[in-house]
Structure formats: structure tokens, C-alpha cells
């Protein structure tokens, strides 16, 4: 199966042996009957499976090329999950560009419990090999990086870790499957925030991770039962619906994100713009390469550098919403050195480029020409 194919047909077949219900029925269920001890239908309580959530898994891996889908409460659950495999002592080496949540997760609370790590720029992936040791157990990598679109050369790191034995864990969440397969690339571990486009309808907040070899995923899957942070039904009917047109959404926002990075380039007001589709984007070959098409985010620096020009701006917008989140159909600006990046300290975020001038948007499925006046009378 190809790929359009996959986002409406993959992983799912025999949905509904009842009533032959084309959507998987929502089973709002807690439990399932049993005709004698252990004489269950394949599902005994929902923590560790449920029917809709089984369809959505199964959606899952299909899309990113996988054997083995898991869904999870939140994006930073599916996260948790992950670093659940590891011990203290155990080390981490983390792209020093990435989601604040993430960067909050790793240093507040698994730093805490004895890992390591070691961020850094990973633009250059031969940077990678002079940190790994012994003791290093996980390449993690988001790529196109939040906020600043970084480029990480995916297939750069697989050989990396392969041939240090390690594991290489990629945030597929900007791409997506339809820009970007990293289990194809050598990865190991793709993981989501479903609530970005895979949801694609800001309604629902969920994780996921997909996998390829059985070991990791049965050890995977004794940590989202054990510690327990699985979603309900309700959310897996809705993702499992979004996946459907992930497609066709994500030719639009590639399509509306070139309009807007173009028109941002060319106007007074604005200082940098940053999205891996210009061809002067330090890693454009690699996004080239690894992905099939630049997708819709983009984020720019007002020529004025202040924050108030930045906040003005976000203020003043019409069609475009402030709000944190990104990948949903409508159209989302927010200003990362305020809100999703305030976790990172003001030090560590400059020294990446998350200055108080920059803005990022969600550019979403609307008509562009909205898009590129509201944006117009923003600036102006
Ligand atoms: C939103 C986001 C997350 C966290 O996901 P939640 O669903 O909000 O928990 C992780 N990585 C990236 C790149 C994100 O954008």
C-alpha cells in the first residue's frame, strides 16, 4: 500500500466483526467480561488495550513504516515512556534545539533520577560521535527542530548509532510520516505529538511511538502499561479520524507555507525567516533529501528585534490565532521566548536563536491569500 492509501486503510481490517462499522466503534469501556478466568476476547481492561485505541495503533505503524504503534495521554508521555528504558547512570544525547517540554522533562525530572545528558547542535552530525561513550544508551533528535527549523540528518545519525549500538529516537511531529519516514531512515523510535498534525483538528492531545523490533516494543509496552498513561477511546476514535486526511492537509500546509515564506522574505519589516525550504537554509540538501516536502512552519525575526515588535505583531493578527500548539487545520502564531520555550533559561535559548524577537507560525489550510493580507496588515 502506498502512503494516501495507508493514512485511510492502514493496519485496519476486520474493525467491526459485530455490525461491519467502516469506523472503529468507540468502546467506552473500562473492562470486558471474562467466561472463565482468563477467558477474555484479547482485551481484559483498558489501561492495557483497548479496542479503538488497538485500531489507532495499528494506524499508527502503518503510516511510519512500522511493526508496533503505542498511544499515549500526551506527547510527553509517549516521551516518558522512552525514557522509562533507561537506568541512572545511563547517558543521553539530545538535539540542544528542541520542544521546551522536552527539555523540561529531561532536566526537571529524569536528570533528577540519575540520567545524563548532553545537548548539543547536531547540524553537523559528525558533532554527535565525540560524546558518545560506554555509557550512552540514546541518540534523541527532532528534526525540522522547534522553533528554530533546523535540518538533522537522519540517516547521518542511524549509522551513528548503529554502529555504536545505540538507540536513535527521532520527534517526528513537525514532518510527519507524509514529509518523513525515520524508521525507513534507520531509526529506531518515532514518536509524536498527536495532538499537532496527526490529530490535525486542535481537539485532542495525545503521543504516540512506533516502532520496528519486537524487544523494544514489548518493553515499550510494559511501560505504557505499567505506568499507565494511555488515552481513552473518545481521543483515539478522533485521531484515528485525522489521520485520514493527513495527506491531503499536509500538501496544503506545505503549499501555504511556501506562499508565506516567501512573502515574509520579502518584506521590510522582517528580519530572518527560518524554514527549510530555501534553497540558502544551511541544511536545505539534507531537508531535501530526507523529507518530500518543507511543510507549514516557519518562524521569523521582526527587523525592529524587540520584543514589543514581536508582541504587536501577534497581537494584531486577524485570521491567525495566538495560542501555544501548532499542525491543526486553522492557522496559529505564538511567540516561543514567552510561551512554549519559557521553560528554557533566557542563556540557553538565546544561544540558539530563540530571541524575544521571534515568532513562529502554524501556517494552516485556509486560503493563502487571508493568510498573506492578515499577516500584511500585522506588520504594517
Ligand atoms: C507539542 C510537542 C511535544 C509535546 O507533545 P504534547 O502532546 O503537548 O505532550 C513534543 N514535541 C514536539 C515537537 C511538540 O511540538
Redesign the pocket.
Known amino acids: 500500500m502506498k502512503f494516501n492509501t495507508k493514512t485511510i486503510h492502514g493496519g485496519q481490517h476486520n474493525i467491526d466483526p459485530a455490525y461491519g462499522s467502516v469506523m472503529p466503534p468507540i468502546y467506552q469501556t473500562s473492562t470486558y467480561s471474562q467466561s472463565t478466568p482468563g477467558g477474555h476476547k484479547g482485551f481484559e481492561y483498558s489501561r492495557s488495550g483497548n479496542p479503538t485505541r488497538a485500531a489507532l495503533e495499528n494506524a499508527l505503524a502503518s503510516i511510519e513504516n512500522g511493526e508496533f504503534g503505542l498511544a499515549f495521554g ?6 516518558d515512556a522512552v525514557m522509562k528504558l533507561f537506568k541512572p547512570g545511563d547517558e543521553i544525547i539530545s538535539t540542544n534545539d ?2 521546551g ?2 527539555y523540561r522533562l529531561f532536566t526537571k525530572i529524569f536528570e533528577g533520577l540519575g540520567l545524563k545528558f548532553h545537548f548539543i547542535g547536531m547540524q553537523d552530525a559528525s558533532k554527535i560521535e565525540a560524546y558518545i561513550n560506554e555509557k550512552t544508551k540514546l541518540i534523541w533528535v ?1 528534526t525540522p527542530t ?1 522553533p528554530m527549523m533546523n535540518i538533522i540528518d537522519i540517516t547521518a545519525c542511524a549509522k551513528l548509532a548503529k554502529t555504536h549500538k545505540v538507540l536513535l529516537a527521532v ?1 517526528n ?2 514532518a510527519t510520516p507524509y514529509l518523513q519516514l525515520p524508521l525507513d531512515l534507520g531509526a529506531d523510535i518515532v ?6 498534525y496527526l490529530g490535525g483538528h486542535s481537539d485532542v ?3 504516540s511511538l512506533v516502532v520496528k523490533d519486537k524487544k523494544l516494543a514489548d518493553r515499550l509496552y510494559f511501560i505504557q502499561n505499567a505506568s499507565g498513561a494511555v488515552c481513552g477511546p473518545q481521543d483515539s476514535f478522533l485521531v484515528l479520524r485525522g489521520i485520514k486526511t493527513l495527506h491531503i492537509r499536509m500538501q496544503r500546509h506545505c503549499e501555504n507555507g511556501e506562499k508565506v515564506a516567501n512573502f515574509l522574505k520579502s518584506h521590510p519589516k522582517v528580519d530572518k525567516v527560518y524554514w527549510p525550504g530555501f534553497e540558502d537554509h544551511p541544511n536545505y540538501d539534507i531537508a531535501k533529501a530526507q523529507m518530500k516536502g518543507f511543510g507549514g512552519m516557519i518562524s521569523f525575526t521582526t527587523s525592529e528585534k524587540t520584543l514589543e515588535s514581536a508582541v504587536k505583531f501577534v497581537e494584531n493578527l486577524k485570521v491567525f490565532t495566538l495560542a501555544e ?3 491543526g487545520v486553522e492557522s496559529l502564531a505564538g511567540h516561543p521566548a514567552s510561551m ?1 520555550h519559557a521553560s528554557i533559561p533566557k542563556e540557553e535559548r538565546e544561544k540558539i536563536g530563540v530571541v524575544d524577537s521571534l515568532i513562529r507560525l502554524s501556517v494552516g489550510i485556509e486560503d493563502e491569500e487571508d493568510l498573506i493580507e492578515d499577516i500584511k496588515q500585522a506588520l504594517g
Open positions: 500526551s506527547g510527553l508521555a509517549a516521551i528542541l520542544y517540554g522536552s527532532e522547534n520527534d511531529t513537525f514518536m509524536h505529538s498527536a495532538t499537532k492531545v495525545m503521543g500548539s501548532l499542525g512554549t
